[in-house]
């Protein structure tokens, strides 16, 4: 957390999956263990890199994953459990507006 996040900011996380299978996968253990209120995927994107000094590019599937600012650490380690990448993708960006009831919505749903 940085010194403007709070804990119940709503993040929204970027996380590429190399396939369908393991999406779904990280997707139940995150909604089942409520470190995400929701987890959005989005089948058929297409990411360009350098990975090892070689240019690839792969066909992936992207996870909106929508958590609070509290629960962010517990939600990293568990990525990084279930993920088969060697270093996958965990960008997570600050909500700063949004719909009230929403956002309150995803703070009850990863709350105690």
Known sequence: MTASTTPDMVLLCYCSCPD????QAI???LIDERLAACVSRLPGISSTYRWQGTVTTDSEELLLVK?????????KARLLQLHPYELPELIAVPVNFGHTVYLDWVRQA???
Do not use: E, K, N
């Not at 369908?20 to 999406?23: F, L």
């Not at 958590?67 to 939600?75: I, K, M, N, Q, V």
């Open 110 to 112: 990863v709350g105690d």
């Open 67 to 75: 958590t609070t600012a509290a629960r962010f650490d517990a939600l």
């Open 27 to 29: 997707a139940t253990a």
């Open 20 to 23: 369908a299978a393991s999406a």
